[in-house]
């Protein structure tokens, strides 16, 4: 199984500010790397698939960026709505398999 | 608009099974793949089976297989899993999703869009 590790498992960043969450694989994955946004009581939404393709209605702030098996996710300027938990997850092989989450906090 | 909504969670007791609903609508099943995703209480999210579009193909994590069948039936634009022999531990709750497929270098596929989710509880 693929086993995916994102780093830091929680930040705390102020409106404005430039945020970075990486995500690794322990093989190489080439580009089968998506990212998903989860706010509390709702379901995961895709920002990013492919590595690096926004999902259509993503606002552009959000970039993804990376590939084999070192991988990231940057919000260029963070919004009071970003404020969440971030996921990566694989899907290059089955079983499908997510990071274990980033929390994104004031 | 495209929308999956998934009933039948509740409470149940261990041994006790489960059958999940997942019902589509705004588009058509018979040509989307889909999968079911669980998230324990405070935790993270957990691919647990997925579907071929004839539904010829099933993959199940190992946590699941041999208890959990996924099925469809695209006449009523529905996905399903039967949960049998529940454990405390797979008390979450439970999504369906749609994989959806782009071909670039290569077929990248992702989930979306996911139904709001139903909470299972497996408790005595």
């Known amino acids: 199984d693929i086993q995916m590790t994102q780093s830091p498992s929680s930040l705390s960043a102020s409106v404005g500010d430039r945020v970075t969450i990486t995500c690794r694989a322990n093989q190489t994955i080439t580009r089968f790397l998506n990212w998903y946004q989860q706010k509390p009581g709702k379901a995961p939404k895709v920002l990013i698939y492919a590595a690096s393709t926004l999902q259509s209605g993503v606002p552009s702030r959000f970039s993804g960026s990376g590939s084999g098996t070192d991988f990231s996710l940057t919000i260029s300027s963070l919004q009071p709505e970003d404020y969440a938990v971030y996921y990566c997850?694989?899907?290059?092989?089955?079983?499908?398999?997510f990071g274990p989450g980033t929390k994104v906090d004031i | 608009d495209v929308q999956l909504v998934e009933s039948g969670g509740g409470l149940v007791q261990p041994g006790g099974s489960l059958r999940l609903s997942c019902a589509a609508s705004g588009f058509t099943i018979s040509d989307n793949e889909f999968n079911w995703v669980r998230q324990a209480p405070g935790k993270g999210l957990e691919w647990i089976s997925h579907t071929s579009s004839s539904g010829s193909f099933m993959f199940y994590a190992d946590s699941v297989k041999g208890r959990f069948t996924m099925s469809r039936d695209n006449a009523k634009n529905s996905l399903y899993l039967q949960m049998n022999d529940l454990k405390v531990e797979d008390t979450a709750i439970y999504y369906c999703?749609?994989?959806?497929?782009?071909?670039?270098?290569?077929?990248?596929?992702?989930?979306?869009?996911w139904g709001q989710g139903t909470l299972v509880t497996v408790s005595s």
């Open positions: 997850q694989q899907s290059h092989s089955v079983p499908l398999t």
């Open positions: 999703a749609r994989l959806n497929t782009i071909l670039q270098v290569a077929n990248y596929n992702w989930f979306d869009p």
